[in-house]
């Protein structure tokens, strides 16, 4: 398996971090890259990369993320954007600051992400994004993250489509519960886990692990003839409901039993 360049967006916790571990595993270069530049840091000396600070609604910078990666490597072939945000509100009480800021890193800074990676990319390169069970389960309370990332499922399409006659492949991957720092709070609520892992056929949270793989084989050359897919890791979740996040709030602020 020959070595590539790997770049890795949002590398500096949960998904990202699993996923910049399995491509270094893999043998490839791997650059990670977060707002948090400390976190980027700690995961790029535990897996012998490169650490840059990026934030994905700030295109300068992501241009020169890959400007400097391209420069300093020759070429850029893997890239794999897990950066993500949530909120809770319902839309009515929803402040339209926060929702924007919500699709802004998911939706907004995908495309950013997948406009400059298409510009330094070759032939054989693969850029994948991490959407999730809500693109096509609503939630209750998650307006703005189901609406990103549906956005993000149907973004992967048209850049697929766009990028296919330039040999460019642009895949994602759709999880349900995994735990990550960015699912801890809603895991602090009671009943929130057991009400996701009862409406998931396998009975069970997926893993970090589980995803990162699934991202190897999409960024690798068995999958080379893939692109415009949104893989659902879920268990099955998607088969089933989504849980009620705000029922099993209320019955936390009122002491009661959902």
Request: glycine share 12%; hydrophobic share 45%; charged share 15%.
């Amino acid at each position: 398996m020959s070595t590539q360049v790997a770049v890795v967006i949002g590398g500096a916790s949960g998904l990202g971090t699993a996923i910049a571990r399995a491509l270094h595993a893999e043998g490839h270069t791997v650059t990670v890259a977060d707002a948090n530049l400390a976190g980027a840091e700690a995961v790029a000396a535990a897996c012998g990369g490169t650490p840059v600070a990026a934030d994905v609604t700030d295109e300068a910078a992501i241009e020169s993320l890959f400007t400097e990666v391209l420069a300093r490597s020759g070429s850029v072939d893997i890239v794999v954007n897990t950066a993500g945000t949530s909120g809770f509100s319902a839309i009515a009480d929803h402040d339209v600051a926060e929702w924007r800021s919500v699709v802004d890193v998911n939706l907004v800074g995908a495309m950013i992400v997948i406009k400059h990676a298409a510009r330094v990319m070759g032939r054989g390169g693969s850029i994948l994004s991490l959407t999730s069970l809500n693109a096509r389960q609503p939630g209750a309370g998650l307006s703005a993250y189901c609406a990103a990332k549906a956005g993000l499922s149907m973004l992967t399409a048209v850049a697929a489509l766009e990028l296919g006659p330039r040999g460019i492949r642009v895949n994602a991957i759709a999880p349900g519960l995994v735990i990550t720092p960015l699912t801890e709070g809603i895991q602090m609520v009671p009943g929130v886990q057991e009400d996701y892992v009862e409406n998931t056929p396998l009975g069970r949270a997926g893993t970090p692990e589980e995803i990162a793989d699934a991202a190897v084989y999409l960024s690798s050359e068995r999958a080379a003839w893939i692109t415009g897919e949104v893989l659902d890791i879920n268990g099955g979740a998607h088969l089933m409901r989504y849980p009620n996040i705000g029922k099993h709030l209320d019955a936390m602020m009122n002491g009661a039993t959902p």
